[in-house]
């Protein structure tokens, strides 16, 4: 992993490197629509082609998103299995577009309560797409950031005996490098559709200095012109990394 932005300050540009999305809000889309949640979360798959093609355009290297969280099983049960099936499709068709396109595919999170048909499509999606290197498409999917450092802990323990017997010789980077992305760099914008504020158990880890981007319009409408809005929006963004306003400049 790269080297975490509470220990050094990162190389940062007008346009984001590592792009982090919630999509939010595919049920009250749908809802407001006098249609079945499910519709919604159909619609969404669309919003993601466009996220995939914009960023790969506007020269975003990293696009995170989270599609499943660990707390969704709570949903009811034909939304679950609605989004596994979505899930299936959009892995059996959307493969060779992203070879086209120069995507490599990575999904994060606890697969094995996946049926064994998913967890072999996930395994030959990513099989088939590990030389691209355009643009990293991540899916977060059975997903919890606090899930994630658990399972970093219990790895980086398991590598390291020693640091049980003394916690001392634990270190940031110890835990960072078992993290499920520890091969990329922190988030520079998160964004979150549909209203909420929250970051909702979702690279809890990586968001330390990460920008947060609300915004109101439901996934299943966040375009190209939306996403540009939270792009603008970042590019005015002073960060600071705990300096003062004045260092920042004194540095350009």
Known sequence: MSISSTQAIPATSATPEHVAIIMDGNGRWASQRFMPRTAGHAKGVQSVRRAVETCGRMGVKYLTLFAFSSENWRRPAEEVTLLM????????????????QGVRLHVVGDLS???????????????QTEYNDKLHLTIAANYGGRWDVLQATRKMLKANPAFALDPSLIDESALSDQLCMSWAPEPDLFIRTGGEQRISNFLIWQLAYTELYFTPCYWPDFDESELVKAFDWYAQRERRFGRTSAQVHAKK
């Open 113 to 127: 309560a996946f049926e064994p048909r998913l967890q072999g499509l996930i395994q030959e999606a990513q099989a």
């Open 85 to 100: 099936r979505l899930f299936v499709q959009a892995l059996e068709r959307e493969v060779n577009r992203l070879k086209e």
